[in-house]
């Protein structure tokens, strides 16, 4: 039994409060899983920079010197900006790949959470209010984020097995329920050039919608596949740079609600998470259907 929530923003006048409203959701999901948590924010992006969002387990070992270091190497700007466990590193979009590969050699250690132009990814173990309050989430903004508190069933309670998983750049997947064909899918995604830092089914189902938008398919196609090529019971959040997609199994046991208004779209595992968003007393609430794709693009949507 795992917490989820998601909320996706149609009206640009609620970004500011886009940390605040999803931390309010997740701290209500607290009793669905309170082993660990996890939120990813996507911000607005300002075409020039892209973010690498790392944690490390001795931060003041690891993160000493990074900027300086990361400068040296890459020669270009770069600054680290250190959150509790965690730091964001921004330098220039076309050094986002070789950013990350200097990382690995300066600070073996380091473990990435997240890449891309706009995602922030912040997880750790313990209750979501605190995780929530350690790196300030309540304070971010941005254009939609999904959030994940755990309650551990199939593997240990760890930093690394903590939700949202990121496989992808921008890309990033909560998930409540548990995968049959996990192992199978890890070992063809393998054979695709994947690489795993754990046995958690959830990175699994993050990996295979990756590999799917490879090749060339949008989120909302790429979820429509996982309903075929996916076994178990699963409800699925996922974000992209600019989209939000919500998928449940055939049989869809693992409780989900949505709604909608003209300012949002919101996702949660319970109503209850969604009774203090602005204006839900007005808004279209409905149980997601089972093996059916919801889809929103801010991209598609202009």
């Not at 199939?154 to 750049?169: C, D, I, Q, R």
């Not at 990175?203 to 996916?230: F, N, Q």
């Not at 909608?260 to 968003?277: H, I, K, M, N, P």
Request: charged share 25%; hydrophobic share 40%; glycine share 8%.
């Amino acid at each position: 039994m795992c917490g989820i929530v998601g909320l996706f923003l149609k009206d640009r006048a609620l970004e500011p409060k886009l940390g605040a409203l999803l931390s309010s959701m997740l701290i209500t999901m607290t009793d669905r899983g309170p082993d660990s948590a996890g939120i990813a924010i996507y911000g607005n992006d300002n075409g020039n920079t892209a973010k690498i969002t790392v944690q490390s387990a001795d931060p003041v070992k690891d993160f000493d010197g990074l900027e300086y270091e990361l400068r040296r190497a890459l020669d270009v700007p770069v600054t680290v900006v250190v959150k509790s466990t965690h730091a964001v590193i921004t330098l220039a979009k076309d050094k986002l790949d070789e950013g990350r590969v200097a990382l690995t050699a300066m600070r073996p250690n380091i473990r990435v959470m997240s890449s891309g132009d706009t995602v922030e990814i912040y997880k750790e173990v313990g209750l979501p209010k605190d995780v929530l309050s350690r790196f300030a989430v309540t304070a971010m903004s941005g254009t939609h984020g999904i959030g994940h508190t755990r309650m551990a069933t199939e593997s240990a309670v760890t930093t690394l097995g903590a939700h949202p998983f990121s496989t992808g750049s921008d890309q990033c997947l909560v998930h409540n329920g548990s995968l049959s064909n996990h192992n199978n899918l890890r070992r063809e995604l393998k054979r695709q050039g994947m690489t795993f830092e754990t046995e958690n089914d959830t990175e699994v189902a993050a990996a295979y919608l990756t590999a799917e938008m490879a090749r060339g398919k949008d989120l909302g196609a790429a979820l429509e596949s996982a309903v075929h090529d996916l076994d178990g019971f699963f409800t699925f959040v996922v974000g992209t740079k600019s989209g939000f997609g919500v998928v449940r199994d055939p049989i869809a046991c693992k409780p989900a609600v949505m709604a909608e208004t003209d300012q949002y779209v919101a996702f949660g595992s319970e109503y209850r998470a969604l009774v203090s968003l602005p204006g839900i007393e007005n808004a279209r609430i409905w149980e997601p259907e089972p093996a059916t794709v919801y889809f929103w693009d801010h991209e598609k949507a202009a």
